[in-house]
């Protein structure tokens, strides 16, 4: 008898199918109660930048203690870098005048972040330049009006600020 002939004649037993069904179940089960139970340590911060008006066009504004830099596009908006590199867990340096950012800059203006760690490049506005081809991670940026009403403020959404 062949290979095939056996296969063919082969049947699984009658109760293959509800047995997996129940084990599939389970697994899910033990899934979500799991994931309940151990939620993920997600921590949301709305961090204030400051007012509006600080922010001025290819000019960092430099966050030490939030490993957070600020800068200003040519369109009015800001953008913010996440200066925490996930994939070696260190922190970039900002260096202002390091000409190996002029040719991704605007204008052609110097100025990159380095990783200290793997010696990967970014330009100021956080693209990547050598060393790795992804960018820098941009939080969540919101206007917002300062509490008496009077000035612009920009908020920055700052996830897992201190991990």
């Known amino acids: 008898m062949s290979l095939a002939q056996r296969l063919r004649s082969w049947s699984a037993p009658p109760m293959l199918g509800p047995f997996m069904v129940?084990?599939?179940?389970a697994v899910g089960l033990f899934a979500v109660f799991w994931g309940y139970f151990n939620p993920p340590p997600i921590e949301v911060v709305m961090f204030d930048a400051?007012?509006?008006?600080?922010?001025?066009?290819?000019?960092?504004?430099?966050?030490?203690?939030?490993?957070?830099?600020?800068?200003?596009?040519?369109?009015?908006?800001?953008?913010?870098?996440?200066?925490?590199?996930?994939?070696?867990?260190?922190r970039v340096e900002y260096l202002p005048d390091d000409?190996?950012?002029a040719e991704r800059n605007p204008n052609g203006l110097p100025g990159i972040y380095r990783d200290p760690c793997s010696g990967a490049l970014w330009s100021f506005e956080g693209n990547a330049i050598s060393g790795t081809d992804k960018p820098l991670r941009t939080p969540f940026v919101t206007p917002s009006l300062s509490a008496d009403g009077k000035s612009q403020r920009v908020m920055v959404?700052?996830?897992n600020p201190n991990k």
């Open 22 to 25: 129940l084990v599939v179940t």
């Open 99 to 101: 000409p190996r950012g």
């Open 157 to 159: 959404e700052l996830v």
């Open 50 to 90: 400051g007012d509006r008006t600080q922010f001025v066009a290819h000019k960092v504004v430099v966050y030490p203690d939030q490993h957070l830099y600020m800068v200003a596009m040519e369109d009015g908006r800001v953008r913010a870098i996440d200066g925490r590199v996930v994939g070696t867990n260190c």
